[in-house]
Structure formats: structure tokens, C-alpha cells
């Protein structure tokens, strides 16, 4: 569904992703492991259009993305949770919201339905859904940008690092989160250094060094064999 | 003592109409990061388009209507034809295409009414009288009319559909894209929006002083003051600010003349600057 | 599953071909320079933002003519500290010791004038000078010469010191090449002779072969073992190789505390660091 082909991108002169080719198919999870500053993140921002793509191509349910304006991916069905979660924060959790909410084609009945679909995943947010989502702790603040990100009813998540400095009870509810979100259907492209969590939630598993793809395999074949972990990912 | 509540009307009155002035600029700099340079010429094309409706229907409220849609309808062909090609280049190229069309609308004024003074009629007659002295109920129209406006804004902004893609963009533009809100087409919209405003202003104003090409300068000034004193991209700062000052000046009228008075917003300028440059109705940054 | 690619499997530990005995298996070099006087020593040291410690008590020591690699994930306060020794954080607590000197808390043009010199993750240069004139005018920072009678022949030498560092960097080719116009690597090299030029005793490389391809990394891996002679070097790496194959003793932080200290094998082999960086 989402294919990544040899694509090559740079930030101004820096060349930061060399020939990396990733495919994502339709309700699949795919990790994308490695250390800090491999490229995971800029992988995800170069499909976003926020890095300089200077090399391959990439497309989604076979139509190629080069031209599409940044705001018309969501209505592709690409939604993106980054890493720094990016919430509003002058915004209440419930204006964060409509701000996948309010979409062209959303019945207020459709609209009801969505919320509450979300706020059943996560009903720390209709408690706090007036509050300024400035004031959201850090794991409530990553809850609500996963529940924007489904307000857009995608049908792939680009998720980066949505475990990166949260408590381990906060990971594992995250965990939880990325099962429920598969469960329904959704694709998701999981970036992360959490090596354990990764395996778990994903089929397969890209791992990333200098800005190319160095590894390709399933997580059953990763988890029986602990060694290639070891020698990309740790010291 | 009357002359001091005189003069808090006249800082009252004329601190909404500038609070209109400062919110269109406010906005258009707070989503876009421009400095529109252009924003007082835009109240002045309103003002007059606004007294050639007046002229041809005899009636205030089309004249007002007919100004703010005119003027947000050339804000959005300005935005999308001199000011989004520059988006992303150095602030510096907007700063001076602000300004060349600041230019080109005068001159446009100029040649289009030639150089005699309109007039708007007071869309409200007759004084009412306040103590010994009489005051012109068109201008407490004027300031009633200002903040409604102002306040259909704000409600827009809270609570409209559009009101929250606005704000949005405002606090994270790449964000908001990665949300299927279309900024480009956001950034046309708010600077329509903050045109209509300064057209509106012109119209409210006209009454006052008269209707003149060089009529935008001074309010263009201000709402600069202004904006910066109520923090940059501060809506509701820049409303604070705008009576703040506006009575400040007014009083000040009563001890000097009103061209020394003026003086009295510079040195808020300065003072702001030195002091809390992030603005004065802004909370402490932590 | 069928259709997967899997790079061919080759271990890192046998050296790459073509390179033999690769980075990992360079001898440590014992300093030419001193026993083991130390040169910088933090006591410590504590940098909280509101209720966030992004330092805790760190305290190291570094020994003159070493090289010291500091690794950690990220948030670990890794530039935290960068800052602190270079001035432009001031510490909520702790001391810094530099050559015998209390240097914490002094702004960064005095810790300069300290000579210790810094280069930073983004690329900081001036793009429109050559790159002569980019190393040139860090060199003038140090021979500052008021008087005009001597000012032509202290002119001659600022630009042979200047050509010094860029032979040193490999740039001499180079010298009359826009800053701009270089790749990124030979910038990142710049960068680093740009700090070179202000004739520091302690060298500090923040993430320099950030952005590199592999070919571009060896080659600073090895401008940096040349320029370590005379210097002590504190660098801050993500890439494994290139601070596993440089430094002679490698810091660990954590959540902004130290975490492990000791020689790369050391490190290597230490279960609490492999957790941290795996996540377990």
C-alpha cells in the first residue's frame, strides 16, 4: 500500500537517506528500528514532504505522492503522529480533535461516532477534553496525538517513537493501543527504539543505519535470533 | 472633571476602532508572519470605496458591508498574487511587497477620488448630552459597532469550524497540513479577513475626521505600537493595548495638545520594549 | 515469508575488506603528552529546568591528551553538557575545573579565550567567505594584534597558520573555495578546523560525522586521529564505530547521570548499558 522505492533525500546539502526502499501492506504493522540518527524519523518526514526527496519514488495504493500538496495527504489516508507529538497547544484536547474532525463528508451522526469511538480508547481525554492541551502530561499529550491522528479515519498511522520518554505503565498501554488500532485495520509504519515493544506489535521489521536500510526480516526470525539486534542497535 | 470623562469616551471610542485596525494586522502577522505594511492603505481604499457606495445608495450599513467585502475580495488577490510566491524566502521581500503595495494604493486612491476630502455622514445623528456637554451619539455607535465586531471574531475564532483551522496554523503550520487543514488557502482567507477588518475600521472612522489618502498613516502607526505593546500575534493583547493607549493619549490631550499627545503611545513603545518586550497584556513567559 | 531481502550478515568484528583490523582494532594511544594529569574535571555537575534534572551529578575526569567519547541515548543530556563546558548553559550546581581554573558559569567568549573550542551539530560557518577566510579569521581570534607598524607580517602569519589547519583537515586544495560550495562532509571537516584554528587544549566534537556517508565518516574518523596528537578531545557520537574505534575511554549517560564509565570493551560488554540502549 505504501511504497517506499530507493528514495534518496537531503536536508539542504546534508544527504540523509540513501536509497531506502520500505513497503508497507494494507492493516500491516512494520517496525523501523535503529539508533538515534539513522534516518528513522527523516524517513517518515521525506513521505510527509518535509525533507527534500532527491532520489526514487514513493507511492500510496499505487499513485505516486511527488506533487501532492502536504496538506492533501491526510485526505489520501496517511496520517502522522511525529515525534515531538505536536499537539496545539493553545487548543482544548476536543479543538485538537476537530481538527481531523472537521472533515469535508462528516455527518454530525459520523462525527458522534468517531468521538466516542476515541474517547472509549482513551477516556482520560474526554475528561480533559476543554483543557488546553498544553497542560496535558506527556503521556496524555502522546494519547492525544494518536486520537488525532484516527480522527482522520486513516488507513496508515506513521507513528515515531510514541513511547520515547514515558513511564513503562504509559508503554504499555501504548502497546495496547497499537494492537487495538491493527485490530481495527489500520496500517501502521512504527518507528522506534523500544526494541521489545517493536517486535511485538510488528510482522516485520526494517532496521536503519546512516541513513539506509540495512536489515529487512520478520520479527519471529529477529526474536530467535538476537544477534543482528545487538550489533545495529546497541554498542 | 467632564473633561476627563470626555475624554475617556474619546479614548473608549477611539481605542475600538483602533483595536479593529490592530486585530486585522495582529492576525495576518500571527498566522503568516507578515508585517503588512499595506494595512492602513487598505482601511483608506475601504473608506473611500465605503463613501462612493454612501454616495450611490444613500445608505451607511450597505456602505460599511459593500467596503469590507470589496477590500477582502482585493486582500485575497493581493495575498495570493504578490505575497504567496515570497512565502518561505526572506522576510525582508514581504516586508518591501507590503510596502509596494502600500504605494500603489495610494497613488491608485489618489487618481480614482482625487485629492478632496469625502465625506461619510453619520450614520447616527444628534448629541446626547453628558454634563454640560454634548456628545455625538455616532461615535458611541461607532464603538458599539467596533466591538461587535470584534466580538463576532472572537466567537468565530473559538468556536467556528474555520476558526480553529486558523488557530491552528497559527501555532504549528506543518501540523496543521499533516491534518488535511489547507494552509495555503488559510493564509488567503486570514488576510482577507484582517482587510475587511481594516476596510470596516475606514468606514467606522470616516465620519470622524473626514475621508483622505493620507488618513491610513496614522492608524498604520498606531496599530504597530500597538501590536508589538500587546504582544505580537496577541489578539486579545492587542485589543488591551489598543484602549490602554487610546485613554492614555486622551488624557494626555488634556494637559498638551492633541498632536503632542501622541507622543504618549511612543513612549509606551519604548517602555514595553525595555521592559516586558513580549508584550504587556501577555503572561510572564516561564 | 517469502520475498524478503536480507543484507548479507557480516559481522562487524571481522573488519571491513579492503580495511584491515578497521576502527575497532586500533591500539589505544597512550599520550605522548603526560602522565595522567588531568585537564578537565567536573564535580557534581547539575543543570535543572524547572523540575527537570537534565544533568545529575555528573562527575568526570579527563586526562590530558586523551580522547573521551561520551554516548547515551537521547534526552541524556549529552549537549547538556556540551553547553555547560562551553558556556552557554550556566549549571544549577557543581563545579567544572578546566586546566586548574573554575570555568562554570564564565560566558562562552572567555571559555574560548580558555582555549577550549567547540564544534557544533549544526553547521555553522560562514557561507559566503572561503574557506581560508572561514579559518583565517578563527585564527585571528587568537594572535589579536592591535598595533598597526606590525600588523602586515602578523597578517602572513594568521594565513599560514590558517593553511596549517586546513592541511590538517584536508582542505588544502580547497582554500579558495566558497564555504558554501563544499560537499557536506568537507564542511563538517571545516567546522572542525575552524575550532582547530583557535589553538584549543580541549576539543569538543558534537555528533561530527552527523549526516556523513560511511566513506565521509572514515575519513574524519581518521582527520581527527591526526589532529589528536596535540589535543585533548571530548566527542559526542551516535555512530558506535567511529567512538568505539577513537576513544580511549568512553562515559555513559543516562537520563542526564552517569551510567557506565571505562574503556570501550568495557562498555561494550556491560549489561546495564546494553539495556539502556536496547530498551529492554
Same mark, same amino acid.
Given at each position: 500500500?505504501?511504497?517506499?522505492?530507493?528514495?534518496?533525500?537531503? !536536508?539542504?546539502?546534508?544527504?540523509?537517506?540513501?536509497?531506502?526502499?520500505?513497503?508497507?501492506?494494507?492493516?500491516?504493522?512494520?517496525?523501523?528500528?535503529?539508533?538515534?540518527?539513522?534516518?528513522?524519523?527523516?524517513?517518515?518526514?521525506?513521505?510527509?514532504?518535509?525533507?527534500?526527496?532527491?532520489?526514487?519514488?514513493?507511492?500510496?495504493?499505487?499513485?505516486?505522492?511527488?506533487?501532492?500538496?502536504?496538506?492533501?495527504?491526510?485526505?489520501?489516508?496517511?496520517?502522522?503522529?511525529?515525534?515531538?507529538?505536536?499537539?496545539?497547544?493553545?487548543?482544548?484536547?476536543?479543538?485538537?480533535?476537530?481538527?481531523?474532525?472537521?472533515?469535508?463528508?462528516?455527518?454530525?451522526?459520523?462525527?458522534?461516532?468517531?468521538?466516542?469511538?476515541?474517547?472509549?480508547?482513551?477516556?482520560?481525554?474526554?475528561?480533559?477534553?476543554?483543557?488546553?492541551?498544553?497542560?496535558?502530561?506527556?503521556?496524555?499529550?502522546?494519547?492525544?496525538?494518536?486520537?488525532?491522528?484516527?480522527?482522520?479515519?486513516?488507513?496508515?498511522?506513521?507513528?515515531?517513537?510514541?513511547?520515547?520518554?514515558?513511564?513503562?505503565?504509559?508503554?504499555?498501554?501504548?502497546?495496547?493501543?497499537?494492537?487495538?488500532?491493527?485490530?481495527?485495520?489500520?496500517?501502521?509504519?512504527?518507528?522506534?527504539?523500544?526494541?521489545?515493544?517493536?517486535?511485538?506489535?510488528?510482522?516485520?521489521?526494517?532496521?536503519?543505519?546512516?541513513?539506509?536500510?540495512?536489515?529487512?526480516?520478520?520479527?519471529?526470525?529477529?526474536?530467535?535470533?538476537?544477534?543482528?539486534?545487538?550489533?545495529?542497535?546497541?554498542? | 472633571?467632564?473633561?476627563?470623562?470626555?475624554?475617556?469616551?474619546?479614548?473608549?471610542?477611539?481605542?475600538?476602532?483602533?483595536?479593529?485596525?490592530?486585530?486585522?494586522?495582529?492576525?495576518?502577522?500571527?498566522?503568516?508572519?507578515?508585517?503588512?505594511?499595506?494595512?492602513?492603505?487598505?482601511?483608506?481604499?475601504?473608506?473611500?470605496?465605503?463613501?462612493?457606495?454612501?454616495?450611490?445608495?444613500?445608505?451607511?450599513?450597505?456602505?460599511?458591508?459593500?467596503?469590507?467585502?470589496?477590500?477582502?475580495?482585493?486582500?485575497?488577490? *493581493?495575498?495570493?498574487?504578490?505575497?504567496?510566491?515570497?512565502?518561505?524566502?526572506?522576510?525582508?521581500?514581504?516586508?518591501?511587497?507590503?510596502?509596494?503595495?502600500?504605494?500603489?494604493?495610494?497613488?491608485?486612491?489618489?487618481?480614482?477620488?482625487?485629492?478632496?476630502?469625502?465625506?461619510?455622514?453619520?450614520?447616527?445623528?444628534?448629541?446626547?448630552?453628558?454634563?454640560? *456637554?454634548? !456628545?455625538?451619539?455616532?461615535?458611541?455607535?461607532?464603538?458599539?459597532?467596533?466591538?461587535?465586531?470584534?466580538?463576532?471574531?472572537?466567537?468565530?475564532?473559538?468556536?467556528?469550524?474555520?476558526?480553529?483551522?486558523?488557530?491552528?496554523?497559527?501555532?504549528?503550520?506543518?501540523?496543521?497540513?499533516?491534518?488535511?487543514?489547507?494552509?495555503?488557502?488559510?493564509?488567503?482567507?486570514?488576510?482577507?479577513?484582517? +482587510?475587511?477588518?481594516?476596510?470596516?475600521?475606514?468606514?467606522?472612522?470616516?465620519?470622524?475626521?473626514?475621508?483622505?489618502?493620507?488618513?491610513?498613516?496614522?492608524?498604520?502607526?498606531?496599530?504597530?505600537?500597538?501590536?508589538?505593546?500587546?504582544?505580537?500575534?496577541?489578539?486579545?493583547?492587542?485589543?488591551?493595548?489598543?484602549?490602554?493607549? +487610546? *485613554?492614555?493619549? +486622551?488624557?494626555?490631550?488634556?494637559?498638551?495638545?492633541?498632536?503632542?499627545?501622541?507622543?504618549?503611545?511612543?513612549?509606551?513603545?519604548?517602555?514595553?520594549?525595555?521592559?516586558?518586550?513580549?508584550?504587556?497584556?501577555?503572561?510572564?513567559?516561564? | 515469508?517469502?520475498?524478503?531481502?536480507?543484507?548479507?550478515?557480516?559481522?562487524?568484528?571481522?573488519?571491513?575488506?579492503?580495511?584491515?583490523?578497521?576502527?575497532?582494532?586500533?591500539?589505544?594511544?597512550? +599520550?605522548?603528552?603526560?602522565?595522567?594529569?588531568?585537564?578537565?574535571?567536573?564535580?557534581?555537575?547539575?543543570?535543572?529546568?524547572?523540575?527537570?534534572?537534565?544533568?545529575?551529578?555528573?562527575?568526570?575526569?579527563?586526562?590530558?591528551?586523551?580522547?573521551?567519547?561520551?554516548?547515551?541515548?537521547?534526552?541524556?543530556?549529552?549537549?547538556?553538557?556540551?553547553?555547560?563546558?562551553?558556556?552557554?548553559?550556566?549549571?544549577?550546581?557543581?563545579?567544572?575545573?578546566?586546566?586548574?581554573?573554575?570555568?562554570?558559569?564564565?560566558?562562552?567568549?572567555?571559555?574560548?579565550?580558555?582555549?577550549?573550542?567547540?564544534?557544533?551539530?549544526?553547521?555553522?560557518?560562514?557561507?559566503?567567505?572561503?574557506? *581560508?577566510?572561514?579559518?583565517?579569521?578563527?585564527?585571528?581570534?587568537?594572535?589579536?594584534?592591535?598595533?598597526?607598524?606590525?600588523?602586515?607580517?602578523? !597578517?602572513?602569519?594568521?594565513?599560514?597558520?590558517?593553511?596549517?589547519?586546513?592541511?590538517?583537515?584536508?582542505?588544502?586544495?580547497?582554500?579558495?573555495?566558497?564555504?558554501?560550495?563544499?560537499?557536506?562532509?568537507?564542511?563538517?571537516?571545516?567546522?572542525?578546523?575552524?575550532?582547530?584554528?583557535?589553538?584549543?587544549?580541549?576539543?569538543?566534537?558534537?555528533?561530527?560525522?552527523?549526516?556523513?556517508?560511511?566513506?565521509?565518516?572514515?575519513?574524519?574518523?581518521?582527520?581527527?586521529?591526526?589532529?589528536?596528537?596535540?589535543?585533548?578531545?571530548?566527542?559526542?557520537?551516535?555512530?558506535?564505530?567511529?567512538?568505539?574505534?577513537?576513544?580511549?575511554?568512553?562515559?555513559?549517560?543516562?537520563?542526564?547521570?552517569?551510567?557506565?564509565?571505562?574503556?570501550?570493551?568495557?562498555?561494550?560488554?556491560?549489561?546495564?548499558?546494553?539495556?539502556?540502549?536496547?530498551?529492554?
Amino acid at each position: 500500500m505504501l511504497v517506499l522505492e530507493k528514495v534518496d533525500a537531503h !536536508y539542504g546539502k546534508s544527504h540523509v537517506l540513501h536509497g531506502v526502499s520500505i513497503e508497507v501492506r494494507s492493516g500491516e504493522v512494520v517496525g523501523l528500528l535503529g539508533r538515534n540518527g539513522v534516518g528513522k524519523t527523516t524517513t517518515l518526514k521525506t513521505i510527509m514532504g518535509m525533507a527534500r526527496r532527491t532520489g526514487g519514488r514513493i507511492t500510496f495504493e499505487g499513485r505516486d505522492l511527488h506533487g501532492v500538496p502536504p496538506h492533501g495527504l491526510a485526505g489520501l489516508g496517511i496520517a502522522w503522529v511525529p515525534e515531538e507529538r505536536r499537539i496545539f497547544r493553545l487548543l482544548t484536547v476536543l479543538e485538537n480533535l476537530r481538527t481531523g474532525l472537521d472533515r469535508a463528508g462528516m455527518t454530525p451522526e459520523r462525527r458522534e461516532a468517531l468521538l466516542e469511538k476515541v474517547y472509549t480508547y482513551f477516556p482520560i481525554l474526554k475528561e480533559r477534553r476543554n483543557q488546553a492541551g498544553g497542560t496535558l502530561s506527556g503521556g496524555e499529550q502522546q494519547m492525544l496525538a494518536i486520537a488525532r491522528a484516527m480522527m482522520l479515519e486513516p488507513k496508515i498511522i506513521l507513528l515515531d517513537e510514541p513511547t520515547e520518554g514515558l513511564m513503562p505503565r504509559m508503554v504499555a498501554q501504548i502497546q495496547e493501543i497499537v494492537h487495538a488500532l491493527h485490530r481495527d485495520g489500520v496500517a501502521i509504519l512504527l518507528v522506534e527504539q523500544n526494541v521489545p515493544l517493536t517486535l511485538d506489535a510488528a510482522g516485520r521489521v526494517y532496521i536503519m543505519e546512516k541513513g539506509a536500510v540495512r536489515h529487512h526480516a520478520s520479527s519471529a526470525e529477529l526474536r530467535a535470533d538476537q544477534r543482528v539486534i545487538h550489533e545495529y542497535l546497541g554498542v | 472633571m467632564d473633561q476627563i470623562l470626555v475624554q475617556t469616551l474619546h479614548g473608549l471610542v477611539n481605542g475600538m476602532v483602533l483595536a479593529m485596525v490592530a486585530s486585522g494586522l495582529t492576525l495576518i502577522f500571527g498566522i503568516m508572519d507578515i508585517v503588512n505594511f499595506a494595512h492602513g492603505d487598505l482601511l483608506m481604499l475601504g473608506a473611500f470605496v465605503g463613501a462612493s457606495v454612501l454616495g450611490v445608495t444613500g445608505n451607511y450599513w450597505l456602505a460599511l458591508l459593500g467596503a469590507a467585502l470589496v477590500i477582502a475580495a482585493l486582500g485575497a488577490v *493581493l495575498q495570493v498574487t504578490t505575497l504567496r510566491p515570497l512565502i518561505g524566502r526572506d522576510p525582508l521581500t514581504t516586508i518591501l511587497a507590503t510596502f509596494g503595495i502600500s504605494l500603489v494604493i495610494q497613488k491608485y486612491a489618489l487618481w480614482q477620488w482625487g485629492p478632496s476630502v469625502r465625506r461619510i455622514s453619520e450614520p447616527v445623528p444628534g448629541d446626547f448630552t453628558l454634563f454640560h *456637554l454634548q !456628545y455625538p451619539w455616532y461615535r458611541i455607535a461607532t464603538a458599539v459597532l467596533a466591538g461587535l465586531i470584534l466580538g463576532g471574531l472572537w466567537l468565530f475564532l473559538k468556536y467556528g469550524k474555520y476558526g480553529i483551522w486558523i488557530r491552528a496554523t497559527t501555532q504549528d503550520r506543518v501540523m496543521a497540513q499533516a491534518m488535511g487543514i489547507p494552509v495555503p488557502l488559510v493564509y488567503t482567507a486570514v488576510f482577507a479577513i484582517g +482587510s475587511a477588518m481594516a476596510a470596516a475600521s475606514g468606514v467606522l472612522f470616516g465620519p470622524f475626521a473626514g475621508v483622505t489618502q493620507t488618513m491610513g498613516f496614522d492608524f498604520t502607526l498606531r496599530a504597530f505600537i500597538v501590536v508589538v505593546v500587546g504582544g505580537m500575534g496577541n489578539l486579545g493583547g492587542s485589543i488591551l493595548a489598543s484602549i490602554f493607549v +487610546s *485613554l492614555l493619549e +486622551s488624557y494626555a490631550a488634556i494637559v498638551v495638545s492633541p498632536a503632542q499627545a501622541v507622543i504618549v503611545s511612543f513612549v509606551v513603545l519604548v517602555l514595553t520594549m525595555l521592559f516586558r518586550p513580549t508584550g504587556l497584556f501577555v503572561p510572564t513567559p516561564k | 515469508m517469502g520475498g524478503l531481502d536480507r543484507a548479507p550478515h557480516t559481522s562487524r568484528r571481522s573488519g571491513r575488506p579492503g580495511k584491515p583490523g578497521a576502527l575497532l582494532y586500533v591500539t589505544p594511544r597512550v +599520550s605522548a603528552l603526560s602522565s595522567s594529569s588531568t585537564i578537565l574535571e567536573t564535580k557534581a555537575l547539575t543543570v535543572r529546568f524547572g523540575g527537570l534534572a537534565a544533568l545529575s551529578n555528573v562527575s568526570l575526569s579527563v586526562a590530558r591528551g586523551e580522547i573521551r567519547g561520551v554516548i547515551g541515548p537521547n534526552g541524556a543530556g549529552k549537549s547538556t553538557f556540551f553547553n555547560c563546558l562551553t558556556g552557554v548553559l550556566r549549571p544549577t550546581s557543581g563545579r567544572i575545573v578546566f586546566n586548574g581554573e573554575d570555568i562554570a558559569g564564565l560566558p562562552p567568549h572567555t571559555i574560548s579565550r580558555k582555549a577550549i573550542a567547540r564544534s557544533y551539530q549544526i553547521t555553522n560557518l560562514l557561507p559566503g567567505a572561503t574557506v *581560508l577566510e572561514n579559518v583565517r579569521i578563527a585564527s585571528q581570534s587568537r594572535r589579536h594584534n592591535w598595533s598597526m607598524l606590525r600588523h602586515h607580517r602578523a !597578517y602572513r602569519d594568521v594565513i599560514d597558520r590558517a593553511r596549517a589547519v586546513l592541511a590538517d583537515v584536508g582542505l588544502a586544495g580547497k582554500e579558495d573555495e566558497l564555504a558554501s560550495n563544499l560537499s557536506h562532509g568537507e564542511q563538517r571537516n571545516l567546522e572542525i578546523g575552524i575550532a582547530l584554528a583557535t589553538e584549543p587544549k580541549l576539543l569538543c566534537l558534537d555528533e561530527p560525522t552527523a549526516g556523513m556517508s560511511v566513506a565521509e565518516t572514515h575519513s574524519t574518523v581518521d582527520l581527527i586521529r591526526r589532529i589528536a596528537r596535540d589535543l585533548t578531545i571530548l566527542i559526542v557520537e551516535h555512530d558506535m564505530e567511529v567512538v568505539m574505534g577513537l576513544a580511549q575511554t568512553i562515559t555513559v549517560l543516562n537520563y542526564g547521570e552517569v551510567l557506565a564509565e571505562g574503556r570501550p570493551a568495557e562498555i561494550q560488554a556491560n549489561p546495564r548499558v546494553q539495556e539502556v540502549y536496547l530498551k529492554t
